[in-house]
């Protein structure tokens, strides 16, 4: 599409449209609505229904054309309302009526479908269609979270062409011929995509159902919100849709910042969790039998505060810590960074879980890009973590990037990813050679001659994090330090947990205070004055956290909305602190052994404010009421303060708000007006702008120690399924983790006369667990890969070295 305007005639009337563009497209921009089914603005054209036919006159006369395959051009007349027209339009819809079943009454679709709509709008008004219909076996389960209606099927290939061209997994397709074409899969091959309810969501019929949402509810009894999903840190834009105060379905928003419309299924059906029945609705208090019981508000933060007050009397602040505020919003982050620091008077706390970045390269990295950066890039570097296990979202950017933008991918991995089938150069690693194989990348060494080659023709684009959990930190540094200096050069530096980076700007960490600024930054008046005096010396990060608990220097931790116990990669024995407080969802690993655990209220049941990877601010809304007597973590932490006679002023989240915008300079004038009318794709909050006081410039870290020797190494991952809070309490998608297994290359597997299936046993530390083999034909010699935080499965660590041995 052409930025120049050119001027085309529709129905009689003169219209400037962007050149280039496809008619079906300029059209609707230009306020006339052309019927289709089969074209999606996000794929490919393709002309297979036919319902989008106009006339188009030329030098031979008018002719029908399809509009979503026939670009505008200069004078073009089109008619899209003639007589011929509509009586094509009539014919198509009568043939595709021809073997669909009648059965919109039953049908999930029904009240929200495009054939519907249209036969209503555009169809004959009757069928001469007599004989019997086709019919098949209806529906047939294609995978776990998808169900398929054939007889309901009018082959647009919306769904074919979105898993073959949008997410790579091309597990649905054509098949037969002539009348008995239909859509499926193939034999013992579900339909096993990370995306698949995308499918669904894209088809015009009712062919394709989501299991979770099939015979919930009509469209008209739905109460919809539009939002922003939690569940990655890219921020995708979503509706949720609730009834009878229950979420049932999130749908996707196309937001051209940000997801293009697009979900990971973990996205779109991981709001399940909201319903669980294992929600916790009161406060919890643990008695003088060891066990948690039911109490009332007033007797759980009076306690809390009682025993916090004599921790500190007796111990110090800095005997307290706090970890998480990574899962909320931002103004629920800000009262935990303004409690802690101001009414505790400690700096240990952490939104991460000893298993992300230094939280200054994050939040204030000089020459940080956004996911828009990749729709303009020549060349992308992607030395992270499996973008499709860990960050779907950018996951389908950047293989659109590689894809159909004919942008260079080089991928740096212990084994195999997602866009290994999309990437111009692939290099494999031993978990320990990464710093090696940096050198021999900026050197333009061997194998690395033409990817570094490639990394000249910019604009480039680096995406950076720990490949795994026994990656050191300090290599994504280094990776971001040379790629910062490439032409045009860019970096995104990622992590996990959904608000990570809004909790950084928010102070979480152990070396930030809000709006991104540093221990000791100037020009924080504002904050000081608004939390009566700032620290002096960074605190401790959440591995530090851990080893005081251990050793006896931390007696009390706060957990907001964390299960370190699980989700940090060498855990933490919160037996040995004197006092747990967890405010949390559930009872998890972690706030089962608190001695105090306050309801929290989860997504849609709040409204505030999140802030994704690029830095971009976005709403979430309320749609729902909070079960029991749940309440907002920012209200619980308020309420605790005044309790401790320390009271921090917070009186909504809207004046949390008023108050980040005031007080954190990063944050200066983005409100939630901002980013609801002026701003709905979001606020982008730059680094380096006059307002933000830190800049974090990384440098490449020396090689420090020889590369990994000749035994075998772990490489320890995060898979999209894993018995997290959000897998563990969905019903549907809390059955696909894969499971915990010990994958070999298929030398190692020679080498110790092991194939699939067979048990091995791996010792890390203390840690030992007999796992089944996976040969992986993608992983280096000597490497082991198991998959992290896995049901019933092993807690390794981040130390690199195990023993393997053949049970």
Same mark, same amino acid.
């Given at each position: 599409?052409?930025?120049?305007?050119?001027?085309?005639?529709?129905?009689?009337?003169?219209?400037?449209?962007?050149?280039?563009?496809?008619?079906?497209?300029?059209?609707?921009?230009?306020?006339?609505?052309?019927?289709?089914?089969?074209?999606? $603005?996000?794929?490919?054209?393709?002309?297979?229904?036919?319902?989008?036919?106009?006339?188009?006159?030329?030098?031979?006369?008018?002719?029908?054309?399809?509009?979503?395959?026939?670009?505008?051009?200069?004078?073009?007349?089109?008619?899209?309302?003639?007589?011929?027209?509509?009586?094509?339009?009539?014919?198509?819809?009568?043939?595709?009526?021809?073997?669909?079943?009648?059965?919109?009454?039953?049908?999930?679709?029904?009240?929200?479908?495009?054939?519907?709509?249209?036969?209503?709008?555009?169809?004959?008004?009757?069928?001469?269609?007599?004989?019997?219909?086709?019919?098949?076996?209806?529906?047939?389960?294609?995978?776990?979270?998808?169900? #398929?209606?054939?007889?309901?099927?009018?082959?647009?290939?919306?769904?074919?062409?979105?898993?073959?061209?949008?997410?790579?997994?091309?597990?649905?397709?054509? &098949?037969? /011929?002539?009348?008995?074409?239909?859509?499926?899969? +193939?034999? %013992?091959? $579900?339909?096993?995509?990370?995306?698949?309810?995308?499918?669904?969501?894209?088809?015009?019929?009712?062919?394709?159902?989501?299991?979770?949402?099939?015979?919930?509810?009509?469209?008209?009894? @739905?109460?919809?919100?539009?939002?922003?999903?939690?569940?990655?840190?890219?921020?995708? *834009?979503?509706?949720?849709?609730?009834?009878?105060?229950?979420?049932?379905?999130?749908?996707?928003?196309?937001?051209?910042?940000?997801?293009?419309?697009? @979900?990971?299924?973990?996205?779109?059906?991981?709001?399940?969790?909201?319903?669980?029945?294992?929600?916790?609705?009161?406060?919890?208090?643990?008695?003088?039998?060891?066990? #948690?019981?039911?109490?009332?508000?007033?007797?759980?933060?009076?306690?809390?505060?009682?025993?916090?007050?004599?921790?500190?009397?007796?111990?110090?602040?800095?005997?307290?810590?706090?970890?998480?505020?990574?899962?909320?919003?931002?103004?629920?982050?800000?009262?935990?960074?303004?409690?802690?620091?101001?009414?505790?008077?400690?700096?240990? #706390?952490?939104?991460?879980?000893?298993?992300?970045?230094?939280?200054?390269? @994050?939040?204030?990295?000089?020459?940080?890009?956004?996911?828009?950066?990749?729709?303009?890039?020549?060349?992308?570097?992607?030395?992270?973590?499996?973008?499709?296990?860990?960050?779907?979202?950018?996951?389908?950017?950047?293989?659109?990037?590689?894809?159909?933008?004919?942008?260079?991918?080089?991928?740096?991995?212990?084994?195999?990813?997602?866009?290994?089938?999309?990437?111009?150069?692939?290099?494999?690693?031993?978990?320990?050679?990464?710093?090696?194989?940096?050198?021999?990348? &900026?050197?333009?060494?061997?194998?690395? =001659?033409?990817?570094?080659?490639?990394?000249?023709?910019?604009?480039?684009?680096?995406?950076?994090?720990?490949?795994?959990?026994?990656?050191?930190?300090?290599?994504?540094?280094?990776?971001?330090?040379?790629?910062?200096?490439?032409?045009?050069?860019?970096?995104?530096?990622?992590?996990?947990?959904?608000?990570?980076?809004?909790?950084?700007? &928010?102070?979480?960490?152990?070396?930030?205070?809000?709006?991104?600024?540093?221990?000791?930054?100037?020009?924080?008046?504002? @904050?000081?004055?608004?939390?009566?005096?700032?620290?002096?010396?960074?605190?401790?990060?959440?591995?530090?956290?851990?080893?005081?608990?251990?050793?006896?220097?931390?007696?009390?931790?706060?957990?907001?909305?964390?299960?370190?116990?699980?989700?940090?990669?060498?855990?933490?024995?919160?037996?040995?602190?004197? #006092?747990?407080?967890?405010? %949390?969802?559930?009872?998890?690993?972690?706030?089962?052994?608190?001695?105090?655990?306050?309801?929290?209220?989860? +997504?849609?049941?709040?409204?505030?404010?999140?802030?994704?990877?690029?830095?971009?601010?976005?709403?979430?809304?309320?749609?729902?009421?909070?079960?029991?007597?749940?309440?907002?973590?920012?209200?619980?932490? %308020?309420?605790?303060?005044?309790?401790?006679?320390?009271?921090?002023?917070?009186?909504?989240?809207?004046?949390?708000?008023?108050?980040?915008?005031?007080?954190?300079?990063?944050?200066?004038?983005?409100?939630?007006?901002?980013?609801?009318?002026?701003?709905?794709?979001?606020?982008?909050?730059?680094?380096?702008?006059?307002?933000?006081?830190?800049?974090?410039?990384?440098?490449?870290?020396?090689?420090?120690?020889?590369?990994?020797?000749?035994?075998?190494?772990?490489?320890? =991952?995060?898979?999209?399924?894993?018995?997290?809070?959000?897998?563990?309490?969905?019903?549907?998608?809390?059955?696909?983790?894969?499971?915990?297994? *010990?994958?070999?290359?298929?030398?190692?597997? /020679?080498?110790?006369?092991?194939?699939?299936?067979?048990?091995?046993?791996?010792?890390?530390?203390?840690?030992?667990?007999?796992?089944?083999?996976?040969?992986?034909?993608?992983?280096?010699?000597?490497?082991?890969?198991?998959?992290?935080?896995?049901?019933?499965?092993?807690?390794?660590?981040?130390?690199?070295?195990?023993?393997?041995?053949?049970?």
């Amino acid at each position: 599409m052409s930025a120049e305007l050119i001027t085309v005639t529709i129905n009689g009337v003169k219209q400037k449209v962007h050149g280039g563009s496809l008619l079906i497209k300029a059209a609707e921009e230009a306020g006339t609505y052309i019927p289709r089914f089969c074209w999606h $603005p996000r794929m490919t054209p393709v002309g297979m229904c036919r319902m989008c036919l106009v006339e188009v006159e030329g030098p031979r006369g008018t002719m029908l054309v399809t509009s979503c395959t026939t670009p505008v051009s200069a004078e073009m007349v089109v008619h899209t309302e003639s007589d011929t027209v509509k009586k094509a339009q009539e014919g198509i819809l009568e043939f595709l009526l021809a073997n669909h079943p009648l059965d919109c009454p039953v049908c999930d679709r029904g009240g929200e479908c495009p054939l519907q709509d249209q036969t209503m709008s555009y169809g004959p008004g009757e069928s001469r269609f007599v004989e019997e219909k086709r019919h098949y076996e209806k529906p047939i389960p294609i995978s776990d979270l998808v169900m #398929l209606d054939r007889e309901r099927c009018i082959l647009c290939a919306r769904c074919t062409r979105f898993s073959d061209e949008i997410s790579g997994d091309p597990l649905i397709e054509f &098949m037969d /011929r002539g009348n008995g074409t239909q859509v499926n899969t +193939f034999p %013992d091959e $579900p339909f096993a995509s990370y995306f698949s309810g995308n499918t669904v969501q894209i088809c015009p019929v009712g062919a394709l159902t989501a299991t979770p949402y099939r015979f919930r509810a009509r469209p008209w009894d @739905l109460r919809v919100i539009a939002s922003t999903c939690v569940v990655c840190t890219a921020g995708d *834009a979503i509706s949720v849709h609730a009834s009878q105060n229950e979420v049932l379905r999130y749908l996707g928003v196309d937001n051209d910042a940000t997801n293009h419309g697009w @979900l990971s299924d973990k996205c779109r059906f991981g709001f399940e969790y909201l319903n669980s029945d294992e929600r916790l609705t009161m406060p919890l208090v643990r008695g003088k039998d060891g066990t #948690l019981g039911e109490a009332s508000w007033s007797e759980a933060l009076n306690l809390a505060a009682e025993k916090l007050g004599a921790i500190i009397d007796e111990h110090g602040a800095q005997a307290v810590a706090g970890l998480g505020g990574a899962r909320g919003t931002n103004e629920d982050a800000y009262a935990f960074a303004k409690f802690m620091r101001s009414v505790i008077g400690s700096g240990h #706390l952490d939104a991460q879980m000893d298993d992300g970045l230094n939280p200054q390269f @994050l939040a204030a990295l000089s020459g940080r890009g956004q996911i828009g950066d990749l729709e303009r890039a020549k060349t992308i570097l992607l030395w992270a973590p499996d973008l499709k296990e860990e960050h779907p979202t950018l996951y389908l950017r950047v293989r659109r990037a590689a894809q159909e933008l004919g942008a260079k991918l080089i991928v740096v991995h212990p084994r195999r990813t997602g866009l290994d089938d999309r990437a111009a150069h692939k290099f494999t690693y031993k978990p320990g050679d990464g710093a090696a194989v940096l050198e021999a990348l &900026m050197a333009g060494e061997g194998e690395f =001659a033409k990817a570094r080659a490639a990394l000249n023709d910019g604009p480039v684009v680096a995406i950076v994090g720990r490949p795994g959990l026994t990656e050191s930190p300090v290599l994504a540094e280094s990776v971001a330090a040379f790629a910062r200096d490439l032409p045009g050069g860019s970096v995104l530096p990622i992590v996990r947990r959904s608000n990570t980076y809004g909790a950084l700007d &928010m102070g979480v960490a152990p070396n930030l205070l809000p709006g991104r600024a540093g221990i000791g930054s100037a020009g924080l008046a504002n @904050l000081e004055e608004a939390w009566g005096g700032l620290p002096t010396k960074a605190g401790y990060d959440a591995a530090a956290i851990a080893t005081g608990v251990s050793e006896g220097s931390i007696k009390a931790v706060i957990l907001l909305g964390a299960d370190p116990v699980v989700d940090m990669p060498n855990s933490i024995d919160l037996a040995a602190a004197d #006092l747990v407080i967890a405010i %949390d969802l559930f009872l998890t690993d972690s706030s089962t052994q608190a001695d105090i655990v306050l309801p929290a209220v989860g +997504f849609a049941e709040k409204e505030g404010t999140v802030t994704n990877l690029e830095g971009r601010v976005q709403k979430v809304n309320k749609v729902v009421a909070e079960p029991g007597q749940a309440r907002e973590d920012w209200s619980i932490l %308020d309420d605790l303060a005044a309790r401790m006679g320390k009271p921090m002023g917070l009186a909504s989240a809207e004046a949390i708000a008023k108050e980040i915008a005031h007080v954190a300079p990063a944050y200066d004038g983005v409100t939630w007006d901002l980013v609801t009318w002026d701003q709905p794709d979001g606020a982008v909050v730059p680094v380096g702008a006059e307002r933000a006081p830190l800049e974090y410039v990384p440098v490449v870290a020396p090689r420090n120690g020889p590369v990994s020797g000749e035994g075998f190494v772990l490489h320890s =991952a995060r898979t999209m399924y894993d018995d997290g809070v959000i897998c563990r309490q969905g019903q549907s998608i809390g059955k696909l983790a894969p499971g915990a297994a *010990a994958h070999l290359s298929p030398a190692d597997a /020679r080498t110790l006369d092991v194939v699939n299936g067979s048990l091995l046993k791996v010792s890390a530390g203390s840690e030992e667990a007999e796992l089944p083999v996976v040969i992986d034909d993608s992983l280096a010699v000597g490497v082991v890969y198991v998959p992290f935080n896995q049901p019933g499965g092993p807690h390794f660590g981040s130390n690199p070295e195990i023993l393997v041995v053949k049970v």
